[in-house]
């Protein structure tokens, strides 16, 4: 072969590997190596299967009152009701269980709102540059510093509906669908900074310039290529952003803002908080419950970024 044909093939663009696949199966191999990440996944998986599975294994509806069960509002744990009842006559395990399924809506809801603002807002910023990713930095910086639960409060009086025929009546409150927007919209500047740095770190790699060489667009290029290299990085914001949406919804509903329509952790605290040397088991049972989702996917973040480090072993 002559140096001018090797020239020649040299000359021709790289075919596009797949890193992506790589990455993720290497990244699993030490996830599974990870302590801390195979807690945090057990964890998120109890909560899981008991939100899709245990709302069927409930002993009792989550709406069902004494004096229509016994025996009663405030009762100690018994065979009949495992965690007690609260100070309004509830079956605490039952709310307990029926919450779950709210957790898991809150915080997926969420960070599918927020990793989509997110990815949109870092990805251009990082795969564009110059002022474009000043400008679009700035309105990411300035969701960062905002105070949510000062805007919650803002948007309770403006959109809040009140509560009628309850002994909470005039008591506004937000929708379940309001405070997963709510919390999206407040939680997608973290996502957008991972993405940007991702975006500025993957998009002059040599698979990158390959596409390019063969005339990729750059919508290609942005989701074809780079954002699939990226998600490795990003699932960890992500997870821990679970997290931290499961936080929020419950401290919106212990401050009494949460939908009445829909069960939650949160508003179980709120309930029974005031009762707490009374029935202390209707209000620790919820918080170990927000205590264990909140561990389970911080755990697993932790055991995220361990395995997608890129200076881990493999």
Known sequence: MTDQTIASHASLPKPLPKPAKGIWRQGWQR????????????????????????????????????????PGAKAPPSWTHWLGTDRMGYDVLSRLIYGAPTALAVGLGAMSIASVIGVLVGGFAGYRGGSTDEVLMRFTDFFLVIPMFVVILAVV???????????????????LGVIILLIGVFSWAPIAR??????????????????????????????RHILPNALPSLVVVVALGIGGAVLAEAMIGFLGFGDPAAVSWGQLLYFNYEALKVAPWASLSPGLAIFITVLGFNLLADGLTDAFNPRAKV
Do not use: W
């Open 31 to 70: 996830f599974t190596k990870s302590r801390t990440g195979m807690l945090g996944l057990v964890l998120v998986m109890l909560v899981v299967a008991t939100a899709v599975i245990g709302p069927f294994l409930a002993p009792f509806d989550a709406h069902d009152q004494s004096p229509m069960l016994d």
């Open 157 to 175: 009086r403006l959109l809040g509906v009140a509560i009628v025929n309850t002994p909470f009546e005039s008591v506004p409150y937000l929708n």
């Open 194 to 223: 991972m993405t940007r740095a991702e975006f500025l770190r993957l998009k002059n790699q040599e698979f990158v310039e390959a596409a390019r060489c063969i005339g990729a667009t750059s919508g290609d290029i942005l989701f």
